[in-house]
Nanobody, 128 residues
Framework: QVQLTESGGKLVQAGASLRLSCTAS????????MGWFRQAPGKERDTVAAISRSGDNTYYADFVKGRFAISRDNVQNTVYLQMDNLEPEDTGIYYC?????????????????????WGQGTQVTVSS
């Protein structure tokens, strides 16, 4: 089992940048595909970005393409979400999640329902 802790969320103005971090403990981090999700009040949890175990493959939701970047450091056991040119619509709780991938290191896990472990979330608020 892996434990996930997100950090980096805060209140910023539109156009600002933030970098979220998610640190894992308790198991071999490199065995997990990772993802970032967000949930706005009254809305469902949406996939924002995902990254394979190896870091070679990434996925982005259309609404963040060109603005957000996901990366991972398998030595530091951390996955990052660099968010640039933030918009008020980006406001929400951001969660990271881990999916144990046994074979193919390049596998992406995209749907929230396929993830096994979740962090507690970090709040991002973007004011206009």
């Amino acid at each position: 089992q892996v434990q996930l802790t997100e950090s980096g969320g805060k209140l910023v103005q539109a156009g600002a940048s933030l970098r979220l971090s998610c640190t894992a403990s308790g198991h071999t981090f490199s065995a997990y595909a990772m993802g970032w999700f967000r949930q706005a009040p009254g809305k469902e949890r949406d996939t924002v970005a995902a990254i394979s175990r190896s870091g070679d493959n990434t996925y982005y939701a259309d609404f963040v393409k060109g603005r957000f970047a996901i990366s991972r450091d398998n030595v530091q056991n951390t996955v990052y979400l660099q968010m640039d040119n933030l918009e008020p619509e980006d406001t929400g709780i951001y969660y990271c999640a881990a999916d144990r991938v046994l074979v193919f290191s390049g596998q992406l896990t995209i749907a929230a329902r396929d993830y096994d472990f979740w962090g507690q979330g970090t709040q991002v608020t973007v004011s206009s």
